[in-house]
Nanobody, 120 residues
Framework: QVQLVESGGGLVQAGGSLRLSCAAS????????MGWFRQPPGKGREFVAA????????SYADSVKGRFTFSRDNPKNTVYLQMNSLKPEDTAVYYC?????????????WGQGTQVTVSS
């Protein structure tokens, strides 16, 4: 069982930056692939980024590529999503997720989400 707790959300102006964190508890953290997803107001959940267990492989949605960076610190059991050049369309609840294998989904464990609001 893995528990995930996101933090770092908030209100920011367009063009600004935020860094989301997701702290995990449970079995060895490096054995989990991790993902970030988001759910904009009135829309379904969408993929944002993924990272492999050792951090060596990353993947991003086209909408965030070049602006967001996904990283992990395995000794600290934490992943980070650095979000730069934020746009109003990035407004959403952001969720981190964990999958019990090296890379990719399906994701079995989810955090409670953290709100990101980007004002124009």
């Amino acid at each position: 069982q893995v528990q995930l707790v996101e933090s770092g959300g908030g209100l920011v102006q367009a063009g600004g930056s935020l860094r989301l964190s997701c702290a995990a508890s449970g079995r060895p953290f490096s054995s989990y692939a991790m993902g970030w997803f988001r759910q904009p107001p009135g829309k379904g959940r969408e993929f944002v980024a993924a990272i492999s267990g050792n951090g060596g492989i990353t993947s991003y949605a086209d909408s965030v590529k070049g602006r967001f960076t996904f990283s992990r610190d395995n000794p600290k059991n934490t992943v980070y999503l650095q979000m730069n050049s934020l746009k109003p369309e990035d407004t959403a609840v952001y969720y981190c997720a964990a999958a019990p294998h090296f890379w990719g989904g399906p994701y079995d464990y989810w955090g409670q989400g953290t709100q990101v609001t980007v004002s124009s």
